[in-house]
């Protein structure tokens, strides 16, 4: 999630020539596929933890859609006796209002996953205007955008949001938004990163001279450019999302009429699961969540490599020379 | 006649492409280098030259192979592989990068990377090495004084004449350069081609020097040796292969360079280099190539003496068909 | 579409233009915001192109010669003087009226690996000048990119109108460029050092296709380039730049076989030969470096590095002159020269 760097050789006097490792291939040549979609599905065909976050993620988020119609039990419907054990017909127990634990998962799943991705899409979407707006532009733009940046990338969340749950009342709609207002920083700055050394690339100065309008370039050559980093930078910013959400419902912070995996802790923890030994009240919601974040992270950070080769360790290394194999056969 | 002060012998070098082919980059190339013989490898882009002299130093990536023999006085370097090019790098072989402006560490003053290098390789105490440091910006026209200044300080043509001081720190015998001049103004190329010479004759180095650049590698070498498609299909005296090419390349590579005063029609050679990730059958310049004919379609040409010190692939260079060998590719 | 080169008023009229880069000198500059490290890349350039004509645009790094290019594109803001193209002044033409204008001068690049999208396929991105400026229908423009294409011998066009840019030689990449250039039918074409980047073998064709283009279309052609040689065997005109100034000027085979001023002199005098010289060395090289365009020193900017130099050069900052006895065109900025 660090903003690229910007490529810093020498600028040659003169005259450069390309160093060519392969001569040029006839038109004859193989095609490769270049679109976004083609790279993403090749980095994550090749790295076993990408596809692993994929599958995990695609598993939840189905389970999430689905919950009202797979969920074993009513999770309005007291089913038995609270902190009842772990049990045949209930997987994993009752909590401490004697509802179904295991159907609770599937419906706070749903809740979190919402917070997390309408948070994001918030988020992201007003964090990627600021970053392209400030990074193509400059100037002023970029000085007055920068600096509302800044003022909102030190704002705590906890106060924030003690404040917010104070003042208006705790509820869905002020969660998501006061994630929103606390993420779309990050986004901002590493779009408006890339979009600074997008703008000066040759392609791109070129369609000014063609007469392009600038919204013909960003539209048409900038965005295209930023897409991958954007997508990148929200599927890491959902896990998050979710993290703030479960730890501010937690604290008691989120909406009090719904059930996410951060009040199920949250219910557990107040009703002393913990000291009345009921771990399956408070450990599952909990590893869920850790479960979300890690799939999210294992598929962004397999994302951002496909889309920025710069980023894999192995081209920061210093270069090892060969081993030399002197092979006998000629071919 | 002594014998050569490098011998190259046979060197292949392939490179493993992402997907498992391999690219066969530079093929059967041989040549000597006698000791204060200046000689050139020309070519253009793709065509093997910079990977043939990385090569020589065992400066290959972790993606090449390579086979053949690189003898310096009579003792193949690549016998033991890294440990035996490692005792010969810069002491004896030593070599300017393409792109030498960019090969100095920016936060580090340049006169402490000289250092750095006498005292590892030459074993030189510090003192020494500071003063051999000095001597040596002297020896390539650098103020001594700027031996502390950083990188950014120098300019182009200066950062290159700092890079030959380098390659010059442990008094190596051979000289390799992978195009000095590229990215440097015309007035500071011709400088800098001056100074190769002239160190080359006052220290009786060796030289090889790789460039794509015709008129500029005549003005420093006496012998070339011109590459296609990872093969040396022609060599002799600069001289004389200018005026008389005896390969249909050189020849059109010659008309495709504009001069100053003599302003004729230039040529441009259709088509482009033969893939090199595919084995190539006949003679790898037929398809560009204006006066070929039906032995060049099967029958790969070898490289062999057409005149006095001079040496070419080309099947127009056999007077009697019956005559030469045939070089079977597989 | 005129056919000769000498009719009529010139296409384009450049007159005492200024372009600088400004930038921070110190750290304390900067938070202060005063830009006050200046670049002088162009110093007062005056030079007219006609239909039809090819200028060739030559110098060392740090000469101006791109950004004069730029600035004459008004790619870059000319701090003073004057451009006049088709007769009309551009010189303070807002962003919008310029911007129609563009589809009558275009400006094709040097690095052909780096100008063209690499996301998009050769037909699109020749397409796309046509859809920006609004030019005909989905049908009608298909049809001029395969014109386009065959204009610069990409034959057949429908074979090449599919690849992506990194299918493509680093020639065949440059007539991509100049396809997409060509497309809305410029009077003007810029061409910045179109050709250093390709290999020797194929520079004739590209600058062959240029000549053609001037020749038969009556475009006018700005050529930028570094390599004189390449310079003399295309165009009909030569301006030789030193540190933002225009020193010599003046139809290329006269300047080139005679060249007044000592820096053409010692370009020409160092300017690699197809024949080996015969005995190397006989050149007096230049000394020193380019000098810096921030320090432009005072009076002939040349005279720190110039053979002929006396107190006068020190004092005087010479203008372009004629050289007499020549009867073409043949002018150059020397205190010394006839």
Redesign the interface.
Known sequence: MFPEVAPNAVEPEGVVIPAEPEPAELVTGKRASTSSFAVVARAVRHSPSAMTGLIILVVLILIALLAPLIAPYNVNVQVGKPFTHPSGGHLLGLDDGGYDVFSLLMWGLRVSLLVGFAATFVASGVGSVVGIVAGYFGGAWDSVLMRITDYFLVIPALPLMISVADIWGPSLFHTIVVIGVLSWTVTALVVRAQARTVKERVYVKRERSIGASHRWVISHHVLPQLVPLIVANTVLNISYAIFLETALAFLGLGDPNLVSLGTMIQHAFLASAVVQGAWWAIVPPGVLVAVIILACSLFGRAIEDAFNPRLRAANLGARSFTRIRVSKDTS | MNAPLLEVRDL?VW?RADDGSR???VR?VSFTLDAAERAGLVG????GK??TVLALL?????T????GEVLLNGTDI??E??DS?QSARWTEMAMVF??A??AFNPVRRVGSQIVEVLRVRAGLSKQAAQDRARELFELVGIPKDRVRRYP?EF????RQRAAIALALACEPKVLLAD?PT??????????IV?LL?RLCEEQGLALLMVS?????I??VCTNLNVMY?GEIIERGP??DL??SPAHPYTR???A????????TE????????????R?ITGCPFRPRCDKAFDRCENESPVLKTVAEHRMAACHLNDKVPSDPPVKVN? | MTATAETGAPLLAVDGLVAEYRSARSVVDAIARRNSHVVHAVDDVSFTLRRGEMLGLVGESGCGKTTTAQTVLRLIEPVAGSIKFGGEDITHLDQRQLRRLRQQMQLVYQDPYESLNPRYRVRQVIEEPLRIHGIGNRQTRTQMVNEALARVELNPPSLFADRFPHELSGGQRQRVAIAASLVVKPELFVADEPVSMLDVSVRAGIMELLRTLCREDGMAVLIIAHDLAMVAHCAQRIAVMYLGRIVELGPTRQVLSNPQHPYTKALCAVAPRREPATSPGQVTLLGGEVADASAIPVGCRFHPRCPIADEGCQATDPRLHMVPDSDVQHEVACLKAP
């Not at chain 2, 300019?155 to 200066?158: A, D, L, N, T, Y």
């Not at chain 2, 590229?182 to 400088?191: E, G, H, N, P």
């Not at chain 2, 230039?266 to 990730?277: D, E, N, Q, T």
């Open positions: 292949n490179f690219v066969h980059a059967g253009e882009s793709g065509c910079s990977t065992g400066l290959l990536p972790p090449a192979e390579f086979s690549m016998a592989g890294e090019v393409q792109g402006m960019n950014h300019s182009g043509g200066m195009e590229t990215a440097l103004d015309v007035m500071v190329q011709a400088q001056e010479r794509h650049d015709l008129p500029l005549a003005q498609a600069v001289a200018y005026r059109l590579l010659l495709a360079t504009p001069d100053i005063v003599d302003i230039l040529v441009s050679i259709k088509g482009a280099p033969p893939a090199l990730s084995p597989p």
